[in-house]
Structures are given as structure tokens and as C-alpha cells.
């Protein structure tokens, strides 16, 4: 599956954006589908996640109640909306998907097999 993510860019903070991943070459229903992020000089961060299987969803504690992440099986195209956002958002956002994730480990970057090539996000204050 190949992956293409869209949708960065600059905001101030307190405003929203919304990420869009495609995909192609297979379609959603065979992984699970997570956001995930990276700040330079930090290590990659779980943000989000979309199960495939039941469309249960996992959050990272930084993002909850702001980001929003959902499907469009349709499209083949998975959503982030974020809200409210904040300077420390500021990074290089991924998605990633897993054909397969361990009990727990929705956030986990090492349970993804493919990935997209990242689109920027910037928050200014």
C-alpha cells in the first residue's frame, strides 16, 4: 500500500487543520491506520490510530479532545482534524499503516509497516 499524506501548513495557535492520507495500491479495510508525528531532535510520537476491524480509535493523551481521526473507506482516505492547536504540535506529521497491531500498541511506531512521506506542520504563538 502507498501512502500520501496532505494537508500541513502554517497556523497560528488556536486554529485547525485537517490531514488527509490517501492510499493506493490496497484499500483500508486490510490495516489500521495511524497518525504519528516528529519535532526535530525528538523521537516519533504516536498521535492518533483508526482500526480497520471496528473503526475503535486511540488517541494520544497530548491530542485528546482537539484531534479527531476518521475513515473514508469510500475514498480511501483517512482524516485528521485538528483543533485548537498549539506550538508544540509543531512537526512533521506521518501516517502509517499496520496489518496487524498487538493489543496496546496502537501508538506504537514499530507496529507500522508502510508509510507516507510526511507533511509539515507548523503552529506559530
Known amino acids: 500500500v502507498q501512502l500520501v499524506e496532505s494537508g500541513g501548513g502554517l497556523v497560528q495557535a488556536g486554529g485547525s487543520l485537517r490531514l488527509s492520507c490517501a492510499a493506493s495500491?490496497?484499500?483500508?479495510?486490510?490495516?489500521?491506520i495511524g497518525w504519528f508525528r516528529q519535532a526535530p531532535g525528538k523521537e516519533r510520537e504516536g498521535v492518533s490510530c483508526?482500526?480497520?476491524?471496528?473503526?475503535?480509535?486511540f488517541y494520544a493523551d497530548s491530542v485528546k479532545g482537539r484531534f479527531t481521526i476518521s475513515s473514508d473507506n469510500a475514498r480511501n482516505t483517512v482524516y485528521l482534524q485538528m483543533n485548537s492547536l498549539k506550538p508544540e504540535d509543531t512537526a512533521v506529521y506521518y501516517c502509517?499503516?499496520?496489518?496487524?497491531?498487538?493489543?496496546?500498541?496502537?501508538?506504537?511506531?514499530?507496529?507500522?509497516?508502510?508509510w507516507g512521506q510526511g507533511t509539515q506542520v507548523t503552529v506559530s504563538s
Open positions: 502509517a499503516a499496520a496489518t496487524r497491531l498487538r493489543v496496546g500498541a496502537a501508538l506504537y511506531y514499530t507496529e507500522y509497516d508502510y
Open positions: 495500491g490496497s484499500t483500508f479495510d486490510d490495516y489500521a
Open positions: 483508526i482500526s480497520s476491524s471496528d473503526d475503535s480509535t
